[in-house]
């Protein structure tokens, strides 16, 4: 593996409170997930990011933290997290965590001494002004769920500014005290060990907030800081960061200095997200062919973290209003399906009818793309939503391992679980959950630990140069190719459901024995690549040459 081990890497990003619950008070834990770092090493997966971890009211899941020096007792204790850590490096698995710091808890004691005077010394570490801005009911995160970005604290006798939800109070990252003390969390975290962090919401923390400008300056050079710190601590540590904002500006976020990224190492590529999305609904590759084209040059150094799912909405407001309406007519046709007007809380195998070719298709497509894949937890066992949950709760219920009450999650009364386990419908925890797709070779979860394995086999993918092969292709066909030191790898996907045959024989000069690697089932021999057969859904991962020559 090269140095720059994130570019390599399958994240697998899982909250502890739903992973697997070691002591029966119905909460995942910390001691639950140790237990299960052999399953995430036979998955393949190189690099946890475990969402947060941090003291919590939980009133938006932990995104709203208390105290950042520690772990919340629901999940543990500072001592088993370093046993996490121990024992996720004896294999060869990495930890970043979420770093969420562009607001605390309402409930956090700086907020609680900010608004008890304004004299406190922590009053300045959040954003207050004296008269209701004319801006707040301005740029919601969470339209509907939250009608202002600033609200009158009675005891403050001032307003405040939240980004998202009114108790979680924005941090003032004017003040070099803030600034410094998020640089101490992170040194603290990679002193226990971790080898990263999942910077949530970015474009909200570099925010230079002007009540009244709801188009507020940016201070990129806070990113510069940040990268330097944590880089001075720990060399090999990665800035994974949710940045949802159009590709144009996401350069910036990345940074470049001499040709080399200076900035976030990493950006979860929400664009082509939206794209994906777009494409499996029309049965179209055209919208992954646009992202790949669109796609700004990185600097060297620079990756993009690609998924299909993760723990929030599936997010389409970077697609057009019709485009949307028809990844929605597809993959959301209730009502309650949505959120925010913008999104679907549903799970991917529920979205594509369960369908096991159509969910194959989609994550041998993303996986092949170019980039570091992120996978949430239970997306592997093809695990559904249950709608009757709120909001984002509906895709956070607890992972199914078996079928033992609970889906072997826990053994506290159902009652006392941290979120009810799916336990009807095709997605109930007796139709999949982990024990039967363990035993059974055919299974969504062997197939996943195949198509990883041949993925860690193909570094070119997260290292090399992805293009569009562009040849003439039968409809819904995407052929691609991934460029690297070690060699040349193509891949043909058919997002439609016709059986098509496919001419790649313009890569046939460059070919050395050309093999599939991974296939959705046993085709004729490669041959000289001018008539590859393809099935409806069908995918092809084919080693085009290697070079030993690295
Ligand atoms: C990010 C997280 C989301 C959270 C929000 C506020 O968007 O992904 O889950 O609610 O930030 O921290």
Not at 531 to 543: D, E, F, N
């Amino acid at each position: 593996m090269g140095d720059r081990w994130y570019q390599e890497a399958v994240v697998y990003c899982l909250d502890i409170d739903t992973f697997e619950d070691s002591d029966g008070d119905g909460v995942g834990d910390i001691r639950g997930l140790i237990g299960r770092l052999d399953y995430l090493a036979r998955l393949g997966v190189t690099c946890i990011w475990l969402n947060p971890i941090h003291p919590s009211p939980n009133k938006d899941d932990g995104y709203d933290a208390t105290d950042f020096y520690n772990v919340d007792p629901r999940l543990g204790t500072l001592g088993d997290f370093a046993e996490l850590l121990h024992q996720a490096g004896n294999r060869g698995i990495r930890v970043i965590i979420d770093l969420v710091v562009n607001h605390t808890s309402d409930q956090h004691p700086w907020f609680q001494s900010a608004r008890s005077s304004p004299d406190s010394p922590y009053r300045d570490w959040y954003v207050w002004v004296e008269e209701a801005p004319p801006d707040r009911h301005q740029g919601m995160v969470f339209p509907g769920e939250q009608n202002e970005t600033w609200s009158y604290d009675r005891t403050a006798k001032a307003w405040y500014y939240h980004r998202f939800y009114k108790f979680q109070p924005d941090l003032n990252f004017s003040n070099r005290k803030v600034r410094d003390e998020i640089k101490k969390i992170t040194s603290f975290w990679l002193q226990l060990g971790v080898s990263g962090f999942r910077i949530d919401a970015a474009p909200f923390i570099i925010e230079l907030t002007e009540p009244g400008n709801p188009d507020s300056p940016k201070d990129f050079e806070f990113l510069t800081e940040l990268r330097q710190h944590v880089q001075w601590r720990r060399a090999d540590a990665v800035l994974l960061a949710e940045a949802n904002v159009e590709p144009d500006q996401l350069p910036v976020y990345f940074g470049d200095s001499g040709g080399s990224a200076n900035r976030l190492h990493m950006l979860f590529d929400f664009m082509l997200n939206g794209r994906l999305m777009l494409a499996l609904a029309r049965q179209d590759p055209e919208p992954v062919i646009d992202a790949l084209r669109d796609t700004p040059r990185l600097p060297a150094g620079a990756q993009w973290a690609t998924f299909l799912r993760n723990h929030d909405e599936i997010d389409l407001s970077r697609l057009t209003a019709e485009q949307r309406n028809e990844v929605f007519a597809q993959f959301g046709p209730d009502e309650n399906m949505h959120l925010y007007g913008r999104g679907i809380r549903r799970r991917l195998a529920s979205m594509l009818g369960n369908d096991r070719r159509h969910i194959e298709l989609a994550y041998a497509l993303q996986f092949s793309l170019r980039g570091t894949p992120v996978l949430r937890y239970g997306e592997e066992i093809g695990m559904g939503e249950d709608l009757s949950l709120r909001g984002r709760e509906a895709i956070r219920t607890p992972m199914q391992w078996s079928y033992k009450e609970n889906a072997g999650f826990s053994s506290a009364p159902a009652e006392k679980l941290v979120r009810p386990v799916i336990d009807k419908g095709d997605f109930g925890y007796e139709k999949v959950n982990v024990t039967a797709q363990r035993r059974d070779p055919r299974s969504l979860l062997a197939w996943f630990e195949r198509m990883i394995r041949t993925l860690r086999e193909a570094p070119e993918i997260g290292s090399g140069t992805t293009s569009h092969i562009d040849v003439p292709m039968p409809p819904g066909v995407l052929a691609h190719r991934a460029d690297g030191p070690t060699g040349t790898m193509a891949f043909l996907h058919n997002l439609g459901t016709e059986d098509v045959e496919v001419d790649l024989s313009t890569l046939q000069p460059e070919a050395d024995l050309p093999i599939d690697v991974l296939t959705d089932r046993n085709y004729p021999e490669v041959g000289k690549l001018d008539s590859l057969k393809l099935a409806g859904y069908g995918y092809r991962w084919i080693r085009v040459c290697r070079s030993t020559d690295v």
